[in-house]
């Protein structure tokens, strides 16, 4: 009996000293993961759970392959079927990974994009107060809470009365319920007032609202999905405090949609296409004539619509935005003409920067799924444009009895304010504008510096191979056979044996790019339940066109849009190539011949 319980004992303690072991280890490599994460970088994140709770997933996937440690730190990378879900519901809700949002957090570090000029600039104190004006509809928690958080931390309290958020009528839960809660965390001053809407009203009845009810000498208009950069706010407060009619603009840069990734934009200036669509221009030859140049102002014949910053009764006194446009569209180019034509001006002020989150389309629509945009432009286009009207309904296509609602009020604004006819908005301020029928404007056109597309830029390659399947003789190649010379758009990729041909042959660039045969880039396509690469025009946005790899024998290749890797269906001929979880082990590793 004795000797049983000595035996039992010994056992015991064997059980409990590897347990202990097992234990200290697991604590080790979670303590280095979270080492990696608070190392990756860019961020500087308030919520170290979230940090935690990732080194928590790694964990319980450690029976898995472990994922190569130049991604383990991504944030968008996709560790499990949770991670999965709020990354595809992102995209269908907001048109952005969600996923990468989350864990990015309320406040990261930016790159200062500007001009070093800008940080030699000297800006008067002003005593002007300022109401930020932010309306959202369905908008991402954590982009918004981060979106408002930017403003607090980069923004002088003494200049900064009040942020106004527009709740136009929201639908989802974390929205309608908590939302305040999740604000006076980190709003510790009570900055942050939010107005809700009773009924949806749409962007620009919203910012209407959100500017009658401010208090500030100067309005703010911001959307929901941004992040201001260094020292934002004082050059556009210096160009409205010396030239009150005047709306002042900042540059936008880049936030992508797939990665979050904050990139300088170049200077351009806003113009318009006879469709009404606004567009980005080069700024004119001669513009930037020396180092002090860069700090600009430029003028600007149209604005992009959602961000800039004007004196609040000059706004009050050209009229607002026209109360009888609907939801979204055209009330950027409305704002631009009326502005100008009744004796203000646009400028883009490029010393304040404010990253933008740019969708590849608009998650919403109207309530009744009318074209607001036709409706809205129809209505500038009758009030503001004269004669020229017809030239954009001929390019629309539209009918002449076609229902814009009444603008009997916005022309007697127009007639109330004095406003020069369109004619001399086109020869004042925009000659460059082709006006068709017209070989000149009437006066001589400045010429702008020529647009090159990306597939005729001198391009930077790295390096050069095909992409083979670990162990196996296979490579990766494009499905299908060339059209005049060209693959088709959209073909799908598959294994092939490995051999010289241009359809294998893959060239990498300076922006992780892997372009085919010097032709198309290798892009990942998002579908419901399977994601796989595909041959797209390369258009250096990088996210779905962007590729990471340890440039060694038997490496993961990484999507950073999709937070996923290359993977084959099966090591034989014809199998098809697709986006798995990086942690999975089979067939996915490659070799770069």
């Known amino acids: 009996m004795k000797l049983i319980m000595n035996k039992a004992f010994c056992w015991g303690v064997l059980i409990a000293s590897v347990t202990w072991?097992?234990?200290?280890?697991?604590?080790?490599?979670?303590?280095?993961?979270?080492t990696i994460f608070s190392a990756s970088g860019s961020t500087d994140r308030s919520h170290s759970a979230t940090t935690n709770a990732r080194a928590e997933k790694i964990a319980d996937d450690m029976h898995l392959n472990p994922v190569f440690p130049t991604i383990q730190s991504e944030f968008g990378l996709i560790r499990n079927a949770e991670d999965q879900y709020i990354r595809d519901t992102g995209y269908k809700q907001h048109a952005f990974n969600a996923l990468v949002s989350n864990n990015i957090g309320l406040f990261r570090k930016l790159p200062d994009t500007r001009h070093k000029v800008c940080s030699k600039q000297e800006y008067p104190d002003l005593s002007a107060t300022v109401s930020i004006i932010m309306c959202f509809y369905n908008e991402h928690q954590?982009?918004?809470?981060?979106?408002?958080?930017?403003v607090l931390k980069r923004t002088s309290p003494?200049?900064?009365q009040e942020i106004i958020l527009v709740d136009d009528f929201s639908e989802y839960d974390d929205l309608i319920e908590g939302l305040d809660q999740e604000i006076k965390k980190f709003d510790v001053e009570g900055k942050v007032r939010l107005i809700r809407n009773q009924k949806r009203e749409g962007l620009i009845r919203s910012r209407v609202i959100g500017a009658r009810d401010a208090k500030g000498d100067v309005l703010v208009f911001l959307d929901s999905h941004i992040e201001v950069n260094t020292d934002w706010l004082r050059p556009l407060l210096k160009m409205v405090h010396n030239e009150n009619s005047t709306l002042a603009v900042p540059v936008i840069d880049i936030i992508n949609a797939d990665t979050f990734a904050y990139k300088n934009s170049p200077l351009v200036r806003g113009g318009f296409n006879w469709g009404l669509h606004f567009k980005w221009d080069n700024l004119p030859e001669g513009t930037i004539t020396d180092e002090a140049s860069f700090a600009g102002p430029f003028i600007s014949p149209t604005m992009a619509g959602g961000l800039f910053a004007v004196n609040r009764n000059y706004f009050k006194g050209i009229g607002e935005y026209d109360m009888g446009m609907d939801i979204w569209g055209g009330e950027n180019l409305e704002m631009s003409f009326r502005v100008w034509q009744c004796g203000g001006a646009i400028k883009i002020v490029p010393c304040s920067r404010i990253g933008h989150v740019f969708r590849k389309r608009r998650p919403y629509n109207s309530p009744d799924g009318s074209d607001t945009m036709l409706r809205n432009s129809m209505r500038l286009a009758t009030v503001w444009m004269d004669e020229y009207k017809d030239i954009y309904m001929k390019h629309q296509k539209v009918n002449a009895d076609f229902?814009?609602?009444?603008?009997?009020e916005r022309k007697e604004l127009r007639e109330k304010l004095k406003c020069h006819p369109f004619s001399w908005y086109l020869k004042h301020v925009y000659p460059e504008l082709e006006v068709p029928g017209e070989t000149n404007n009437g006066t001589s056109k400045k010429l702008l510096p020529l647009f090159q597309p990306w597939n005729l830029r001198k391009r930077k390659y790295i390096n050069n191979y095909q992409i083979r399947l670990s162990n196996t003789t296979l490579c990766i190649a494009v499905q299908g056979a060339k059209s005049k010379g060209q693959w088709k758009r959209g073909s799908t990729l598959l294994l092939k044996p490995c051999q010289k041909d241009k359809s294998q042959l893959w060239y990498e660039t300076d922006k992780a790019e892997l372009v085919v045969d010097k032709l198309y880039c290798m892009e990942a396509k998002q579908a419901t339940g399977l994601s796989y690469p595909i041959i797209g025009k390369c258009h250096e946005m990088l996210g779905d066109q962007e590729w990471r790899h340890t440039k060694k024998s038997e490496s993961p290749i990484y999507n950073t849009a999709t937070g996923m890797c290359l993977r084959a269906n099966n090591p034989i001929v014809g199998a098809s190539v697709f986006l798995d979880l990086c942690s999975k082990a089979i067939h996915n590793s490659w070799d770069f011949m």
């Open 142 to 150: 954590m982009t918004l809470l981060r979106s408002i958080n930017s």
């Open 158 to 160: 003494n200049s900064l």
């Open 21 to 34: 072991i097992i234990t200290i280890v697991l604590y080790t490599k979670i303590s280095s993961l979270s």
């Open 403 to 408: 229902d814009f609602g009444d603008v009997t």
